[in-house]
């Protein structure tokens, strides 16, 4: 389990697929006999398993729930340039070979989760960070994850030295619109004329807005340059390369998704990470594998993650932005006043 702060979240959390690895990507597995349930059926988004980020949450909840339920699983990566043909391959292969729950990991699965639920009505589909699909076998988990960039943004103000910090997106699309909201009114809470560098690295995910770090280090040399002096990225497997870069610039870094201070891959620069904006992906997909496989009451409709239930948060792994008293006293205000009601945080 993650560390988390105390004012943030409680962390959680093939013969027949072999033919059609060439369409559905590559993928691991553990296998199980012929005719009997596979356990968890997990496809990732773009950028794919080791960005130590929004697909590896999601590969830490299906490890804990093969573990803790003594079920197989399979899962599969994305392939470069694949169509909305290629997903519902991906899904469907994965839902006739037996796997339940099967879930797609990112907004692009919304067509593949819909036209594979109506296919396969006895499995039951997660998809997180969509909620276009209303179906009886399908769970819609998503999450505030203004909130917790709100959070960020607070940490930003009190952090920077210059009054200048900045935001990378990945994509420009509506859910990263909800992370830049948050961050800007949260930074503004604290310093309303604080200086903020906004900047989107591709219009669409097939640009590699989510899966290129060297356009996201290139991204964070520039608003460095400009004379920011703390980043916020939500940008997926892009986002190491903006800490990358803020390392070697001796600024600060802020993460998301997972808590990346802690993510072995970016040890060398974990400190310059001053924390990270979680959202409880991991948590999402043991919850929902749980409730099929050992609940046998499959959870369906929209779960959407907060800080009042503890789906987003902050990571408090530094003892840096941990030990900062008057961060931490901001950030605590902020989260009261979101959980009364008394902030309404902007999701655009």
Known sequence: MRRVSRITIAGVATAALAVTVSACGSSSTSTSSEGKSKGIGLAYDVGGKGDQSFNDAAYAGFQKAQKDFGVSGRDVEPTDNESDADKIQRLETLAKAGYNPVIGVGFAYAGAVKEAAVKFPKVTFGIIDDNQTQAKNVADMVFHEEQSSYLAGVAAAKATKKNHIGFIGGVDVPLIHKFEAGYEQGAKSVNPKIKIESQYLTQTPAEGGFSSPDK?????????????????????????????????????????????????????????????????????????????????????????????????????????????????????????????????????
């Open 216 to 348: 996201g280090e290139n991204a964070a040399n520039g608003q460095i340059d400009a004379g920011a002096d703390v980043l916020y990225a939500a940008a997926g497997l892009s986002g190491q390369g903006v800490i990358k870069s803020a390392a070697e610039h001796k600024i600060w870094a802020i993460g998301v998704d997972s808590d990346q201070y802690n993510q072995a891959a970016l040890a060398k620069y974990k400190n310059y990470i001053l924390t990270s904006a979680l959202k409880n992906v991991e948590g999402a997909v043991y919850d929902l594998s749980k409730s099929v496989l050992k609940d046998k009451k499959p959870l369906t409709g929209e779960i959407r993650g907060s800080l009042q239930n503890g789906g987003v948060g902050l990571a408090d792994s530094n003892p840096t932005f941990k030990g900062n008293a008057a961060m931490q006293a901001a950030i605590k205000k902020a989260e009261a006043g979101i959980k009364d009601g008394s902030i309404k945080v902007k999701t655009s």
